[in-house]
């Protein structure tokens, strides 16, 4: 098994702002794993909410150099290294090589149905309302749109979006800036304006006061929720989870996830970073059947890669070989 591993920088169309911060290019790692000469891709980013960087996702990868040359496989990948982006970009490659190897689809080889297309959120980047108004209104046409939010402005932001754009069902994303009491205070005022669900109002950790509070419209955990030993502990404080496989750590444990949520009985949303389609693609097969669907990354770059997932609106395909699995 031959690696390789290297950064990419890709362009956002404009820029892209969350109660975090704002950034103008997407950075991502991708892997290739080449075996039986055929090569499979993966594509991670990394995240510094999560302790990641450029450099240490990549030298985690590195680390596994001589295992993988010592037959190193998928399943022990899982062990090998900890959920997160660099073991997601590993199993996703590990997924599409084992595809091309064996010239069946990766479905096929989870033992899952044919992918259907999926329809995705379009997100809208933090800014104010007038401004997001303003691309609610470049976007009314979309069925479902996703609004970045930060704090005390959020409601006047919400309304401008709701009067630009009042076909589409509204989801918002605070991305652990709210305090308990704004959630309190903005949470019934959000229901009456028609917003379908709050992702990730408090921060990871702080969040529970969630259990104690009504919650008028559901509520799904993010930063709140990795791989499937996080599930039981966000039962009584969320209604839905985020699953985003640069958490989970890849395909293999998003499957798994997934599947403990729908036992559970907790409503899916699976969601993404901004990436490339080659992020996107995994993605794709765990989305289907689920509450929500977030995989727009692609329509927020300025160009996407030349084989990458064919966007209908917001309609979305499942991928071509070409691009993986």
């Known amino acids: 098994m031959q690696l390789e591993v290297r950064q990419e920088s890709w362009p956002i169309a404009g820029k892209f ?6 950034k103008t290019t997407a950075e991502v790692v991708v892997v290739e794993l080449t075996a039986g000469g055929k090569t499979g891709r993966g594509e991670c980013v990394p995240y510094a909410r999560y302790g990641e960087t450029i450099e240490g996702v990549i030298g985690q990868i590195e680390s596994q150099r001589d295992a993988l040359a010592a037959g190193l496989d998928r399943i022990a990948l899982q062990k090998a290294l900890p959920p997160g982006a660099a073991r997601n970009a590993l199993d996703c490659a590990f997924w599409d090589l084992e595809a091309k190897n064996s010239g069946k689809r990766v479905w096929e080889l989870a033992g899952l149905p044919d992918p259907a297309l999926v329809k995705t959120v379009y997100t809208l980047s933090l800014d104010t309302a007038e401004n997001m108004g303003a691309a609610a209104s470049r976007n009314a046409d979309r069925p479902l749109l996703k609004l970045k939010l930060a704090g005390p402005e959020d409601l006047d932001r919400v309304r401008a979006v709701r009067k630009a754009a009042p076909g589409a069902k509204i989801v918002v994303d605070a991305n652990e800036g709210w305090t308990l009491e704004q959630y309190v205070a903005f949470a019934p005022e959000l229901a009456e304006i028609g917003v379908s669900m709050i992702e990730q109002p408090l921060p990871a950790g702080e969040d529970a006061g969630l259990a104690e509070v009504e919650r008028p ?6 930063e709140s929720c990795h791989d499937a030993s996080t599930l039981a502990g966000l039962i009584d404080r969320y209604d839905m989870i985020n699953i985003k496989l640069d958490k989970t750590g890849g395909l293999t444990e998003a499957l798994r996830l997934k599947q403990a949520a729908e ?16 992020s996107m693609a995994p993605a794709i097969l765990v989305a289907q059947n689920v509450a929500i669907v977030d995989v727009d990354g692609p ?3 300025a160009e996407d890669r030349p084989d990458g997932l064919f966007f209908d609106g917001s309609l979305v395909s499942p991928s071509q070989p070409s691009l993986w699995g």
Do not use: H, Q
Not at 17 to 22: A, D, F, N
Not at 263 to 278: F, H, K, Q, W
């Open 17 to 22: 702002t969350i109660s975090r911060g704002s």
């Open 217 to 222: 419209v559901p509520v799904c955990a993010d």
């Open 263 to 278: 036992t559970a009985g907790v409503e899916i949303m699976v969601g993404c970073m901004i990436a490339t389609s080659l």
């Open 299 to 301: 329509l927020l770059l």
